[in-house]
């Protein structure tokens, strides 16, 4: 049986975790985004993934699914469970304090508009 690995996946799977455990925990607040019309759900999720340059397949398999699974959950389809929701914020590395935030009930962050200042 061959296995062929993609040296560049690889890297970048190495440098990701290398960043998670080498990274101190920094408390992370969640950004406050301007909503217009039906913007997209769970935009805090959506931020800090991007902030930590991480994809919905990588956070998909940390946290146990596919990623058609947390699609179907970052899209309000299909609920998340609170086990999941946490495996999240420990892959994120978002202090639980902030769990309203992440995952509201309607799936959209609770701002109007952002703060400045």
């Keep these: 049986m061959n296995i062929t690995l ?20 920094q408390p992370h607040e969640p ?21 930590l340059s991480m994809d919905q397949e990588y956070l998909a398999k940390k946290i146990g699914l596919c990623r058609e699974s947390l699609s179907g959950r970052m899209t309000g389809r299909v609920q998340w469970t609170l ?15 902030h769990l309203q935030a992440y995952f509201p009930k309607s799936g959209k962050t609770e701002f109007i508009r952002k703060l400045t200042g």
């Design 6 to 25: 993609d040296p560049a996946a690889v890297a970048k799977e190495i440098a990701r975790e290398l960043s998670a455990i080498l990274e101190p925990l």
């Design 83 to 97: 086990d999941e929701m946490y495996a999240a914020m420990d892959v994120l590395r978002i202090p639980y304090k």
């Design 31 to 51: 950004v406050q985004h301007e909503y217009i019309g039906n913007n997209k759900l769970f935009a805090n999720i959506r931020s800090r993934m991007e902030e």
